[in-house]
């Protein structure tokens, strides 16, 4: 994603005999092509996965629903290619399966990605059969420039999955009622942290703090089990929108404060709450921010500011996977070292098998991973 403060990207190609130019927009942030071709409605789909694996991207003029089987054509081209024989599973360490998964996730990305569409100046697609995204492409890029611009369909159509999840919402019992994800939030779709914190005894119903809230759901959580008044932190403005129209929505603004911070707000509360990333790994789009925890910065930094941020007597919840541990991604130990390290202790744990799909997918390339992970909430008080 572009920073807010980077001067816009801007593709160039040739088309009819001159040069033209439009606004780049990629969430993942790709940078633009340098080679473009136009592409057409007689565009075969062999020709356009060969042109997208050579890195020449494929800005359509032709029919946007041909655009849609063309892409699902080149997607099938990359997934039914022939893999190079695999080593021995004894040879094959989880974080070496972790890597090659990443990779593959990312070239195939990459590859989809040289499938571009225009955009007008009021993010209309001026092509035939197009559908109406204007206002998908509002909530994630903002008012409209008034600039023509250029995108991938591939993020079109994330675009518009995410503005109908926004729509539609996910219904959170512990929250009581829908929770409405915004485009870059992560959905709270793995309801097994939330049964965590809604089942855990309440330190105090006084104050909590709910670190790196998100859509704000766990500081809902909270409302609805009767604490009192909860300090939400976000950093994200996306984020931070989303958590405060979610409280809005749910009646649950006179308890609940949003506050922009990155990590903790001032003072002490008897409970602080924090979901960190789970996996301490690079993000490559935005979405995987609420995943991936560079160098486990989140985790660390929550663990090295609770003590002085807690009550006497107060706890700590921490709500994380071990999937990382079953990766090769970090230790039990070094966990434990970080705890140490802090100044706390763990007073408890109660933890989850998860239940999404691919935790059952023996097809996953992961799956020795997801079907031995444990969801865990760690209490932690001050040594």
């Known amino acids: 994603m572009q920073s807010k403060n980077s001067a816009p990207q801007h593709l160039t190609w040739d088309e009819d005999g001159e040069a033209r130019s439009a606004r780049w927009r990629s969430e993942s942030g790709n940078p633009p092509a340098k080679r473009v071709v136009i592409g057409h409605d007689q565009m075969t789909a062999d020709h356009a996965y060969r042109l997208a694996c050579e890195g020449t991207a ?5 029919d946007f629903q041909n655009a849609r089987q063309l892409l699902q054509a080149m997607a099938r081209r990359i997934d039914n290619k022939p893999r190079k024989a695999k080593k021995p599973a004894t040879e094959t360490s989880p ?7 990443r990779l593959a996730q990312s070239q195939r990305a990459r590859t989809l990605a040289m499938l571009m569409l225009p955009l007008d100046e009021h993010y209309a697609i001026p092509l035939r059969r197009a559908p109406n995204v204007q206002q998908a492409c509002e909530e994630a890029y903002g008012p409209p420039s008034k600039e023509a611009s250029v995108v991938s369909l591939r993020e079109v159509l994330g675009l518009v999955g995410a503005h109908e999840w926004r729509k539609k919402g996910v219904e959170i019992g512990a929250a009581g009622g829908r929770i409405h994800p915004y485009y870059g939030v992560f959905s709270p779709v793995r309801g097994e942290y939330i049964d965590l914190v809604a089942n855990q005894p309440l330190p105090s119903k006084e104050l909590a703090f709910d670190i790196g809230t998100g859509t704000g759901v766990l500081a809902a959580v909270l409302a609805r089990r009767g604490v009192e008044r909860i300090v939400a932190t976000e950093v994200d403005d996306r984020a931070l929108a989303c958590a405060r129209d979610n409280i809005g929505q749910l009646g649950l603004a006179r308890q609940v404060k949003i506050v922009e911070a990155d990590m903790f707000p001032e003072g002490r509360a008897p409970l602080i709450v924090c979901n960190p990333p789970w996996l301490p790994a690079r993000p490559s789009a935005t979405i995987e921010h609420a995943i991936y925890d560079p160098d486990s910065r989140m985790l660390r930094a929550f663990l090295d500011g609770l003590a002085a941020h807690l009550t006497p ?3 700590g919840w921490l709500i994380l996977s071990d999937f990382a541990e079953h990766l090769g ?4 130990a070094q966990f434990q070292e970080w705890v140490d390290q802090a100044g706390l202790k763990i007073d408890g744990r109660i933890d989850i098998k998860p239940h999404h799909p691919r935790a059952s997918d023996k097809s996953d390339p992961l799956h020795a991973a997801r079907s031995a992970e444990v969801t865990s909430l760690w209490r932690l008080v001050v040594a």
Not at 329 to 332: G, K, S
């Open 58 to 62: 494929i800005l359509w003029r032709g």
């Open 95 to 101: 974080i070496d399966a972790f890597n090659l998964h």
């Open 313 to 315: 007597g107060g706890e």
């Open 329 to 332: 991604l970090r230790t039990r």
